[in-house]
């Protein structure tokens, strides 16, 4: 998001025709040029068609499966995996329009010497760009090829030609479909590295026991990481993907705990006292802060601590609960977090040592904010129209910091709690019961390519990796 | 004469040798036989409930070891207090130069007859805690405890000071709506107002733990305010 330090009310919806790369950025500032230019409209209604429909076309992409290059017996099921990821990647990544499969010729390629530009730049498919290649087991190691052309560009056509070989497995297919997607989306999405390879932490309870999990970004490979038995909270996961901060309840409290992606196990942190809650990592790795009643304190404040728990000092000091602390990751000069000082919780913002408290939400209860990576959004769970006779419904929505501007992200019912950014500031991973059961769903950060990630269990508070 | 002295003499001595045994010198006296040792045990009362003691008694005579299976050696008269748990047959060996004895005296342990006498007091404590403990109810957001619940802080702190050696720790609890994480901080909110109120009745800070549930182990599941009412409280749970 390094464009977005323009002022967004300075741009225009209807600006249109961006080059090739510069479009991907451009949805969340579009979604703001729409707010600031109709703020009655929005404040009006809760359904405003936003979004990239409105005034930019993005690239449209054609990705035909990719073809088998030898009659391994493995050939077939990696195949599948390949092309579903390399599909799923592309289609949310909100960069590109994937172009239908039923338009394509009956022959695609999957060699270079395969490509025919016509059949793909022209009507139907009317594709600008094309990803192809191929995927081989040969003595049990696996190797895929792929390409991106530019097929309006018949005369120097390839953009990105690669490589990938590891030994044949599900995991293996799945990581090569992540890279190559990562590579199209790199080079089509303005130079913002893809997020196809990150990770989502999460609490589920299907064992039973409330405890901290992790899964791929789109939802596969979802394993266990604590088993304490008891019950562990608010999972965040530190800058450089090494631990997992979170809390858990002892026999005595709620602490601040510490998991080590590296070591498999929990390692020490220490034991404070009181109720202690919802930790969040600076964007440096440095510190830690997160909510505290330690000594005795009848009301839950913000505290900071150096990531060993050491140096511990508070921040605030007004009527409780102040929780939920969340860095301004670009800067690492702000604290956003929430507090019920005046009644029901709104959302603040602070500097990293306490001063400038600035309340953010003007009415409703308002909770969970997560700075985006640009450091100019917070998106958060709002019940905007709160008091009697009003349903109620818990939605998440986005706001510009400088200017109190927001839109609502969610508007399907339910409660849509614990919104987590992604590294690269396009997608927003979040809980919902829209679907019966708490559930954790990802989407675009304009609200739309809305996709349920976890069935199994209750699963919650999803907090996405930094890379 | 001298050959007829000789055949005199031989002759005799031929007849006594021939008669020798005849001819043995009375034994001396044998010593006195020592007298064997008597030995008596009784115990008394012959039979107890078990938990109470019984008085053993011995008497022995003529013993110089003196030992009762299970107590060992002992004077050669005495008594002793026992209390065993189960039935017992005591054994006194006497031993002495004139040969040992024995004498047996059996205890009969009953079991008491079960719970009338005394419950474990602990029990009656946390049948009483519950029976008149009463937990503290809050409002939508607040952690203030309102003025319909005062009676029920005044009931406990009554209870409380009567009870002087009962600790307990208020769990803070909250309705579904909201955050996981506000709540557990609204929760330790209300447990923390209800410590508040019960020392401000006088209550020890030393006997009252606090814990914050929040919205994760609610006592009603039910999406309606009856059911979330029942959720928004300080719980008082008693502690050993």
């Known amino acids: 998001m390094d464009e977005s330090a ?269 109720t202690n809650l919802s930790p969040a990592w600076s964007g440096d790795g440095t510190k ?69 408290q600035q309340r953010m939400t003007d009415q409703g209860y308002a909770v969970s904010p997560n700075w985006a990576p640009n450091g100019q959004f917070l998106a958060f769970a709002w019940v905007r129209k709160y008091g009697p006779g009003e349903p109620g419904a818990l939605d998440l929505y986005l706001m510009d910091i400088a200017s109190k501007q927001f839109v609502q992200l969610t508007h399907d019912g339910g409660r849509n709690d614990s919104p987590s950014w992604s590294p690269d500031g396009r997608h927003i991973v979040f809980q919902s019961n829209r679907s019966g059961s708490l559930q954790i769903w990802t989407m675009l950060a304009d609200g739309t390519k809305v996709q349920q990630l976890t069935f199994t269990g209750h699963n919650t508070q999803p907090n996405w990796s930094w890379k | 004469m001298k050959w007829f002295l000789l055949i005199i003499a031989l002759s005799a001595l031929l007849t006594l040798g021939a008669c020798g045994k005849k001819a043995t010198p009375p034994p001396p006296p044998p010593p006195p036989a020592p007298p064997a040792p008597t030995a008596s045990l009784a115990v008394s009362p012959n039979s107890i409930q078990a938990g109470q003691s019984a008085s053993l008694t011995w008497q022995t005579t003529n013993a110089t070891d003196v030992s009762i299976d299970g107590i060992g050696a002992v004077q050669p008269n005495g008594s002793q207090s026992v209390s065993p748990t189960d039935s017992t047959t005591y054994h006194l060996v006497a031993k002495g130069t004139g040969g040992s004895q024995e004498a047996t005296a059996r205890l009969t342990v009953t079991q008491p007859p079960p719970p009338p006498p005394a419950p474990a007091p602990t029990v009656a404590d946390q049948d009483l805690f519950s029976q008149n403990i009463k937990d503290v109810y ?55 107002a209800v410590k508040n109120a019960l020392t401000a009745g006088g209550i020890s800070a030393g006997r009252i733990k606090t814990i914050s549930y929040g919205k994760e182990k609610p006592f009603c ?20």
């Open chain 1, 6 to 274: 323009r002022a967004f009310s300075q741009r225009r919806p209807n600006s249109r025709r961006r080059p090739v790369g510069s479009h991907g950025p451009k949805l969340v500032r579009l979604l703001f040029a729409v707010c600031c230019l109709l703020p009655s409209a929005l404040f009006a209604q809760d359904w405003v068609k936003t979004g990239t429909s409105l005034g930019v076309e993005k690239v449209r992409l054609a990705v035909p499966d990719f073809k088998p290059t030898t009659a391994d017996p493995q050939n077939a099921a990696l195949l599948k995996t390949f092309n579903d990821t390399l599909w799923n990647d592309l289609d949310v990544s909100g960069v590109v329009e994937l172009v239908s499969k039923s338009f394509y010729p009956l022959q695609v390629p999957g060699q270079p010497t395969e490509v025919n530009s016509l059949a793909w730049n022209a009507p139907p498919p009317n594709a600008a760009m094309l990803a192809f290649g191929n995927l081989g087991v040969a003595a049990g190691r696996l190797t895929v090829q792929g390409w991106l052309y530019d097929v309006k560009n018949t005369q120097s056509p390839q953009v990105l030609g690669k490589q990938y070989g590891d030994a044949a497995s599900d995991a293996a297919a799945r990581v090569m479909a992540h890279k190559f997607a990562d590579e199209i989306i790199f080079r089509l999405g303005g130079g913002i590295t893809g997020i196809a390879e990150t990770q989502v932490y999460f609490v589920s309870d299907r064992t039973g026991h409330k405890e901290i999990w992790a899964m791929d970004y789109d939802g596969s490979n979802q394993h266990q990481l604590t088993h304490s038995g008891s019950t562990s909270l608010s999972p965040r996961v530190s800058p450089d993907g090494s631990r997992v901060a979170f809390s858990a309840l002892t026999k005595t409290d709620w602490e601040i705990m510490m998991y080590s992606i590296d070591l498999n196990r929990t390692v020490n942190f220490p034991h404070l006292g009181g």
């Open chain 1, 288 to 356: 830690l802060a997160f909510s505290s009643s330690r000594g005795g304190e009848p009301q839950t404040q913000i505290y900071v601590s150096d990531v060993s728990g050491g140096n511990l000092h508070r921040l605030t000091t007004d009527k409780g609960p102040n929780v939920s602390p969340v860095w301004n990751r670009k800067t690492n000069a702000q604290i956003a977090f929430v507090s019920g000082r005046t009644g029901l919780p709104q959302i603040y913002t602070m500097e990293a040592d306490g001063t400038n």
């Open chain 2, 138 to 192: 809050f409002d939508y957001d607040k952690s203030d405890v309102r003025a319909d619940q005062q009676s029920s802080v005044q009931a406990d702190v009554a209870f409380l000071n009567q009870h002087a050696n009962i600790n307990l720790t208020v769990e803070g609890h909250c309705d579904e709506r909201g955050s996981t994480e506000y709540n557990l901080a609204l929760g330790d909110q209300r447990a923390s």
């Open chain 2, 221 to 240: 599941t039910e999406s309606n305010e009856a059911c979330w009412q029942q959720n928004r409280r300080g719980h008082l749970v008693y502690q050993k």
